[in-house]
């Protein structure tokens, strides 16, 4: 796969882990979703993965560049992403309701 | 005594942080056009926009380059102040150092020479003096670049970010940093005193009130870039803690002299020439052998820094360093050669940690590294520093306006005048000096000086207009100021890369055409300034028109709840 590409997925799976730390929390949850918020599971299964996804893009990182830069890339993509989900949320928050592929019964 | 701990932490994020803000807004401002200045160098230096090229050949085109430099005029000023006596004549020196830099970004290349100083330094701390000359050369060809052609990027915004072009007594590195060091303690007062960094980490609420609105976003830009601000402010002061502290040259000055003769002894690189005349062998082949060795070391590549040492002497030797753009570090990798014979003296092994993390620290500000996705994630987060210094200043004038207005003191006035210059103003002035670039005369005799008078000029207008119009936020209201210049940023951001289409024949569509990013992403960004500087004078242009009905209508309520 060419670096360009896997960099980008290394970027969404960020940002994917991103919304999902951010739906874990009660405010954000009912800004993407009409429900009361996620429950207790639910919170704790969205930290889970939302953090298993930043480490995804970590790996995704370190399999590119050399280990002193990858970390460098991750950091600074951690940042961009978790900006581009505060906007997200700020203007189309409803997007995000896509993202937690559950629902809460 | 303030009351409490967070309170204490308030006070010096808010004073320490306005007063050393404006300093800071310029800093993470220029620091993040550096990313590219190469880039904004060719933009600038229209004949230099071609592809970036390897190192040419030493013997036939360099070397006689390197012999015809002569000492720069300041610097031989500067040196004439540092000894006792008249120097020689500038044109009768001889030099003894030559070096040339390039990276995998310059399609030019960058020479020095180092001139030998006969006379006594004043300092007795000091062993000798240097005088100094540079050439910036197109390695197709060896033709010279014009020392009158300013190079934007690399001679002007790069050192403005880290000393504001105050050369007297090095104040300006002084200022820059205890700035970064603010910068340090404003980042952990201010995690201090942010009560819900967690809870508000995703969260911006624009339609809230513009005080609570701005301090989202304060919080927003701060928290999520935070490793990004620490680690450049932190390693910014890394790379000139030799200024900051100079222990090794002054406190520990004989103990320096020691070690770097033991140096010379253990790496076989002689500290002082031995004074015997000796020709220099082939330096292309050191260059062929240097390859070879990293070639074999699995590490391919180009050259990114070569060094004569003690020109034309016995103990003259030549280093070759490998540009370091598959790793953070700048250069590395460095083989010394003897000059005279072209034996190899020595390979330098891998860095000790502590170089090791002193190298990572100091390249990873420094990127001349090849991966553009983080050059792009660097502006990304230096755009986060400029915004979050900015929302700083608008909440401190938020916070105060009304209380000053009512007690008729101007503090907030002042600041907000101030932040307009430091915010617009500052745009302003880096359009100007491009817009100026393209207008003076090609032939003006100093034309890059004229270029730098008309930036920090540019600059003094958006201060004084800043200041002119300032009065209604006296009344509590918002300064017309912010929105005249942003018309005025948007109407320079077009003309630029307009005029650049007319002085050199490359608009968009050629340069986007033919792949020529440096000038073609320039462009576009400046567009894309020019775009997002017109909505928000929009945007302001609808607050104020509605500002003073809201502060109107505020007063009726108060009434009403009076009566």
């Given at each position: 796969?060419?670096?360009?590409?896997?960099?980008?997925?290394a970027f969404?799976?960020s940002?994917?882990?991103?919304?999902?730390?951010?739906l874990?929390?009660?405010?954000?949850?009912?800004?993407?979703?009409?429900?009361?918020?996620?429950?207790?599971?639910?919170?704790?299964?969205?930290?889970?993965v939302?953090?298993?996804?930043?480490?995804?893009?970590?790996?995704?990182?370190?399999?590119?560049?050399?280990?002193?830069?990858?970390?460098?890339?991750?950091?600074?993509?951690?940042?961009?992403?978790?900006?581009?989900?505060?906007?997200?949320?700020?203007?189309?928050?409803?997007?995000?309701?896509?993202?937690?592929?559950?629902?809460?019964? | 005594?303030?009351?409490?701990?967070?309170?204490?932490?308030?006070?010096?994020h808010?004073?320490?942080?306005l007063?050393l803000?404006?300093?800071?807004?310029a800093?993470?401002f220029?620091?993040s056009?550096?990313?590219?200045?190469?880039?904004?160098?060719?933009?600038?230096?229209?004949?230099?926009?071609?592809?970036?090229?390897?190192?040419?050949?030493?013997?036939?085109?360099?070397?006689?380059?390197?012999?015809?430099?002569?000492?720069?005029?300041?610097?031989?000023?500067?040196?004439?102040?540092?000894?006792?006596g008249?120097?020689?004549?500038?044109?009768?020196?001889?030099?003894?150092?030559?070096?040339?830099?390039?990276?995998?970004?310059?399609?030019?290349?960058?020479?020095?020479?180092?001139?030998?100083?006969?006379?006594?330094?004043?300092?007795?701390?000091?062993?000798?003096?240097?005088?100094?000359?540079?050439?910036?050369?197109?390695?197709?060809?060896?033709?010279?670049?014009?020392?009158?052609?300013?190079?934007?990027?690399?001679?002007?915004?790069?050192?403005?970010?880290?000393?504001l072009?105050?050369?007297?007594?090095?104040?300006?590195?002084?200022?820059?940093?205890?700035?970064?060091?603010?910068?340090?303690?404003?980042?952990?007062?201010?995690?201090?005193?942010h009560r819900?960094?967690?809870?508000?980490f995703?969260?911006?609420?624009?339609n809230?009130?513009?005080?609570r609105?701005?301090?989202?976003?304060?919080?927003?830009?701060?928290?999520?870039?935070?490793?990004?601000?620490?680690?450049?402010a932190?390693?910014?002061?890394?790379i000139?803690?030799?200024?900051?502290?100079?222990?090794?040259?002054?406190?520990?000055?004989?103990?320096?002299?020691?070690?770097?003769?033991?140096?010379?002894v253990?790496?076989?690189?002689?500290?002082?020439?031995?004074?015997?005349?000796a020709?220099?062998?082939?330096?292309?082949?050191?260059?062929e052998?240097?390859?070879?060795?990293?070639?074999?070391?699995?590490?391919?590549?180009?050259?990114?820094?070569?060094?004569?040492?003690?020109?034309?002497?016995?103990?003259?030797?030549v280093?070759i360093?490998?540009?370091?753009?598959?790793?953070?570090?700048?250069?590395?990798?460095?083989?010394?050669?003897?000059?005279?014979?072209?034996?190899?003296?020595?390979?330098?092994?891998?860095?000790?940690?502590?170089?090791?993390?002193?190298?990572?620290?100091?390249?990873?500000?420094?990127?001349?590294?090849?991966?553009?996705?983080?050059?792009?994630?660097?502006?990304?987060?230096?755009?986060?520093?400029?915004?979050?210094?900015?929302?700083?200043?608008?909440?401190?004038?938020?916070?105060?306006?009304?209380?000053?207005?009512?007690?008729?003191?101007?503090?907030?006035?002042?600041?907000?005048a101030?932040a307009?210059?430091?915010v617009?103003g500052?745009?302003?002035?880096?359009?100007?000096?491009?817009?100026?670039?393209?207008?003076?005369?090609?032939?003006?005799?100093?034309?890059?000086d004229?270029?730098?008078?008309?930036?920090?000029?540019?600059w003094?207008?958006?201060?004084?207009?800043?200041?002119?119009?300032?009065?209604p936020?006296?009344?509590?209201?918002?300064?017309?100021?912010?929105?005249?210049?942003?018309?005025a940023?948007?109407?320079?951001c077009?003309?630029?890369?307009?005029?650049?289409?007319?002085?050199?024949?490359?608009?968009?569509?050629?340069?986007?055409?033919?792949?020529?990013?440096?000038?073609?992403?320039?462009?576009?960004?400046?567009l894309?300034?020019?775009g997002?500087t017109?909505?928000?004078?929009?945007?302001?242009?609808?607050?104020e028109?509605?500002?003073?009905a809201?502060?109107?209508?505020?007063?009726?309520?108060m009434d009403a709840?009076?009566?």
């Amino acid at each position: 796969m060419p670096d360009a590409l896997q960099l980008a997925l290394a970027f969404l799976c960020s940002t994917y882990g991103m919304s999902l730390l951010a739906l874990a929390m009660k405010v954000h949850w009912q800004q993407a979703r009409d429900d009361e918020g996620p429950s207790a599971v639910a919170a704790l299964t969205l930290r889970g993965v939302g953090a298993s996804a930043l480490l995804l893009s970590l790996w995704l990182c370190l399999r590119i560049d050399h280990v002193s830069m990858a970390s460098l890339v991750w950091v600074m993509s951690l940042a961009a992403s978790a900006l581009t989900i505060a906007l997200t949320l700020t203007w189309r928050p409803r997007w995000l309701g896509w993202v937690a592929l559950w629902r809460r019964r | 005594m303030l009351s409490s701990f967070r309170l204490s932490m308030t006070w010096v994020h808010t004073w320490f942080g306005l007063v050393l803000g404006y300093v800071l807004m310029a800093c993470f401002f220029f620091g993040s056009l550096s990313v590219f200045d190469r880039e904004i160098d060719r933009w600038a230096i229209p004949e230099t926009r071609y592809e970036p090229q390897a190192l040419p050949s030493f013997d036939t085109m360099l070397l006689p380059i390197f012999k015809q430099i002569k000492p720069a005029e300041e610097s031989y000023e500067h040196a004439q102040d540092e000894v006792e006596g008249p120097l020689p004549p500038a044109d009768t020196m001889v030099p003894t150092h030559f070096t040339a830099y390039t990276t995998h970004r310059d399609p030019v290349l960058s020479m020095y020479s180092w001139f030998d100083v006969p006379n006594q330094p004043k300092d007795p701390n000091v062993d000798h003096v240097h005088v100094y000359g540079d050439a910036t050369v197109d390695p197709r060809n060896g033709m010279l670049i014009s020392s009158d052609k300013l190079k934007i990027g690399s001679a002007f915004f790069y050192p403005l970010h880290y000393h504001l072009h105050l050369d007297w007594k090095d104040l300006g590195y002084w200022i820059v940093g205890l700035a970064a060091l603010i910068m340090l303690v404003a980042l952990v007062t201010g995690v201090i005193m942010h009560r819900k960094i967690f809870r508000e980490f995703f969260t911006f609420r624009p339609n809230k009130q513009t005080q609570r609105s701005t301090l989202d976003l304060h919080n927003l830009t701060g928290v999520v870039a935070l490793p990004f601000h620490f680690f450049f402010a932190f390693t910014g002061l890394v790379i000139f803690a030799g200024i900051y502290l100079p222990v090794t040259e002054k406190m520990f000055h004989q103990q320096h002299q020691a070690h770097e003769k033991l140096e010379a002894v253990q790496t076989g690189l002689p500290h002082d020439p031995a004074g015997v005349a000796a020709p220099l062998a082939s330096v292309d082949a050191m260059v062929e052998e240097a390859r070879r060795r990293w070639a074999a070391r699995g590490m391919g590549g180009e050259v990114g820094f070569l060094e004569v040492a003690h020109y034309g002497d016995t103990n003259g030797y030549v280093s070759i360093y490998r540009a370091g753009t598959d790793r953070v570090t700048l250069t590395g990798q460095g083989i010394h050669f003897r000059a005279s014979t072209g034996e190899l003296i020595r390979e330098e092994p891998q860095p000790t940690t502590v170089s090791g993390i002193n190298e990572w620290l100091t390249g990873l500000h420094l990127q001349h590294f090849r991966h553009w996705m983080l050059r792009w994630l660097y502006v990304f987060g230096g755009l986060c520093g400029c915004a979050c210094i900015a929302t700083g200043f608008i909440f401190f004038v938020e916070k105060r306006k009304r209380q000053h207005a009512k007690a008729g003191t101007s503090g907030a006035r002042w600041v907000d005048a101030l932040a307009v210059a430091a915010v617009t103003g500052m745009m302003i002035a880096t359009a100007t000096i491009l817009v100026a670039n393209r207008l003076l005369p090609e032939s003006l005799p100093a034309r890059g000086d004229w270029e730098q008078r008309i930036f920090w000029f540019a600059w003094l207008v958006a201060l004084l207009h800043a200041a002119w119009r300032s009065a209604p936020v006296q009344r509590a209201l918002i300064s017309p100021a912010w929105r005249e210049q942003c018309w005025a940023l948007a109407m320079l951001c077009i003309a630029a890369p307009v005029l650049n289409w007319i002085t050199t024949g490359d608009h968009l569509f050629k340069t986007i055409g033919e792949r020529y990013w440096p000038v073609a992403g320039f462009d576009l960004a400046l567009l894309a300034v020019a775009g997002v500087t017109a909505y928000a004078a929009r945007r302001l242009a609808r607050a104020e028109a509605s500002a003073p009905a809201s502060a109107t209508s505020e007063r009726a309520t108060m009434d009403a709840a009076h009566a």
